[in-house]
């Protein structure tokens, strides 16, 4: 591990040696639950690349979160609100990125989760209600990006029923994730390709129409946060208590956007090509380029949409609802609507592809570990997990239920549930990183990590308070005599009470302790395998410039 003066994070090619293993270290008290075991069946294969990996997370980041969810946000809060909300939230994303990063690229293992750290460095209990949590949270989330997916494709016919188009978008979705790993990331490297390069003109298109470069010639600049109802828009209440809680209520909402996205780095981590060299550059590129879609996407959507159009306020669920639908229409550009409907389409084609992948390699990994049943860790001989994609596409079918009129409640509480299990994911993941980092410190492994991040553990300890209130407070309007409903604190807080029962139920049946003690914790199995791996890992050099700027690209 190097660091320069300017204490600027660099990576070298393998941890160092650190101390010495202690010969009489007792390694069946991290083992409890969550050893990982591929001696059998088949493994993961190394077929993701660096881009691979980088636009996976990216893919699964931008959805129709950033399409449709932000201009909800801008009609109940305002443009200063979304704005300051995306900005906050990809603060915490940054650290719980970080946090990731450094201990997947310490021990980038085959068949790792984040549930098999927790039960390694934290509690085996922690593990299963968190490993569980996970494979609830994304297989929820395909179920409502294939809803979206189905109603955006409405928006050019209505004689098709919805049906068709959802169980046409499983059927995609199980085709990319049962062929072959390399596929799949290749697939998803070109699905975020064309999405990212349309939001980057929609930020062009909207630069040009902010300075008066529209068909009418006329600059908007930031009119729309000077006229009524101006840039906040008091919620619930008026004055600043009212703006303040404009401002938390964005915050809340945005988590939609983003809860999962960092995991998806480091759940491909058994499966990435050189981990150590490729994960970190992931992990820091990931965020810079999240920073660039949503910052200067939310601040867009505030220029070209007064929060108080109709449109955003008509409850409408397909692509007619997206504020940059909206903003195009507005400055009288014509013939883009359906151009963002794609981008739209694609953003939740794309997110649902990211989710499937993500939610069967949780349950691959608590099946390899014992956590789940050892049926889901089959493998194809391309090394898929084929039944655990299965069974996270058969929870995704609950997409279905939107065919009935009743389905765009239970679209509404995919999302609502989904948050707040990826809120909770996070402090879980929080609480992991502040265990191995000690762990580590114990062992004198600290200064020898292959990675590691400036202002920890500080950041980890600012981040995990703020996921911990918005987690207790995500759904503090229901506690407003007038906005009072028993379906919105359901939503809001059901998640809650399932966490804590797998987590109790599982300790009060295998007797497990509350945490492991730091120094019972192991941070030396698959050291060895993984530093005589990286070791033999050779970065490859550029011929030409062409190749200098692909590999700084990709």
């Known amino acids: 591990m190097k660091r320069s003066s300017d204490d600027t994070v660099h ?22 639950v969550g050893e990982v075991n591929l001696n059998s069946g088949h493994q993961l294969q190394r077929g993701l690349k660096s881009r691979h990996i980088q636009f996976l997370a990216l893919g699964g980041a931008i959805g129709t979160g950033l399409f449709i969810g932000s201009g909800q946000i801008l009609a109940t809060t305002g443009p200063a609100p979304l704005f300051m ?13 970080n946090d990731l990063a450094e201990m997947v690229t310490y021990l980038p293992m085959r068949g790792i989760s984040i549930p ?3 039960g390694r ?6 593990a299963f209600a968190d490993g569980w949590n996970y494979w609830y949270a994304y297989a929820m989330l395909v179920a409502a990006e294939c809803t979206a997916g189905g109603i955006i494709l409405q928006y050019w016919t209505t004689t098709v029923p919805v049906a068709v188009w959802i169980a046409v978008q499983l059927i995609v979705i199980l085709l990319l994730n049962i062929i072959a790993v390399s596929f799949f990331g290749e697939a998803e490297f070109w699905f975020a390709s064309v999405k ?10 909207g630069i040009v129409l902010f300075f008066g470069g529209g068909p009418t010639h006329d600059p908007l600049y930031f009119r729309y946060w000077q006229e009524p109802p101006g840039a906040f828009v008091p919620y619930l209440v008026g004055g600043s208590t009212g703006r303040f809680l404009a401002y938390w209520t964005a915050f809340v909402r945005a988590g939609f956007s983003f809860i999962t996205s960092p995991e998806l780095i480091a759940l491909s981590a058994g499966e990435t090509v050189a981990p150590r060299r490729n994960i970190p550059k992931a992990a820091r590129r990931f965020v810079w380029r999240l920073a660039i879609f949503y910052g200067l ?15 955003l306020l008509s409850g409408s669920s397909n692509a007619s609802a997206s504020p940059y639908v909206i903003g195009i229409a507005r400055a009288g550009i014509r013939g883009l609507n359906h151009v963002i409907n794609a981008a739209v389409l694609t953003s939740a084609w794309s997110a649902g592809n990211a989710f499937c992948y993500s939610g069967s390699r949780v349950l691959y990994s608590m099946a390899i570990t014992g956590q789940a049943p050892r049926l889901f860790a089959l493998t194809t001989r391309r090394g898929v997990p084929w039944v655990a994609v299965l069974a996270t596409l058969l929870v995704g ?16 509480w995919f999302t609502n549930i989904s948050t707040i299990s990826g809120f909770l994911a996070w402090i879980v993941i929080m609480v992991t990183y502040l265990r191995f980092r000690r762990a580590a410190e114990h062992r004198g492994l600290l200064p020898h990590l292959p990675f590691r991040t400036p202002l920890q553990p500080y950041a980890t300890y600012v981040a995990l308070a703020i996921i911990c209130i918005l987690t207790l407070t995500n759904g503090f309007q229901v506690f407003f005599p007038s906005q009072w409903s028993v379906s919105g604190f359901l939503a809001a807080y059901i998640t809650i009470p399932i966490f804590l029962v797998l987590y109790i139920a599982h300790k009060l049946w295998f007797r497990t302790p509350f945490a492991i003690k730091i120094k019972h914790v192991d941070v030396w199995t698959g050291k060895k395998e993984m530093d005589d791996m990286c070791a033999a890992d050779v970065e490859p050099v550029p011929k030409n410039w062409v190749e200098k700027v692909w590999y700084w690209l990709a």
């Open 121 to 126: 460095f934290v509690d085996p209990s922690l």
């Open 11 to 32: 990576v070298a090619d393998e941890a160092g040696p650190g101390a010495p293993e202690p010969k009489d270290f007792d390694y069946t008290v991290s083992h409890r």
């Open 297 to 311: 996407g939310s601040l867009v959507i505030g220029v070209v949409v007064p929060n108080d159009d109709p449109e």
């Open 116 to 118: 098999y750290f927790v």
């Open 85 to 97: 909300a995306y900005l906050s939230m990809m603060m915490v994303v940054w650290v719980v990125m």
């Open 397 to 412: 079918c609950l997409a279905f239920l939107n065919v009935s009129n009743s389905g765009a409640d239970v679209f509404q």
């Open 196 to 205: 990212l390069l349309t939001i980057m003109g929609l930020i062009i298109l």
